[in-house]
Nanobody, 123 residues
């Protein structure tokens, strides 16, 4: 079974920092693009940042210059370093990844989501 497990969320004051982690486990053959999305109360889920298997990155305009996405392929882990946090960054953050896994003798490619981690920015 493939799983994505996030950690690192919590409560932080405006201007503070948090680092989110997401570890993928299971019979993973390869991790392709990995990304973070977020969903604030009453709003649609939105893309925050993407990192490809070649380490190219893309960010939402609202987080450019404040957030940094990175990955550790040896650990099948993606990170989101969040600095200069603002109250409007408050949301549930979801890790998700496009990956290839092995089941029996067959390789499958599928998009997986983590369970989400709450980030609250408040004074």
């Amino acid at each position: 079974q493939v799983q994505l497990v996030e950690s690192g969320g919590g409560l932080v004051r405006p201007g503070g920092s948090l680092r989110l982690s997401c570890a993928a486990s299971g019979s993973i053959f390869s991790l392709n693009a990995m990304r973070w999305d977020r969903q604030a109360p009453g709003k649609q889920r939105e893309l925050v940042a993407v990192i490809t298997d070649g380490a190219s990155t893309t960010y939402a305009d609202s987080v450019k210059g404040r957030f940094t996405i990175s990955r550790d392929n040896a650990r099948n882990t993606v990170y989101l370093q969040m600095d200069s946090l603002r109250p409007e960054d408050t949301a549930v953050y979801y890790c998700n990844a496009d990956l290839t896994y092995l089941s029996g003798r067959v390789y499958y490619r599928k998009h997986y989501w983590g369970q989400g981690t709450q980030v609250t920015v408040s004074s």
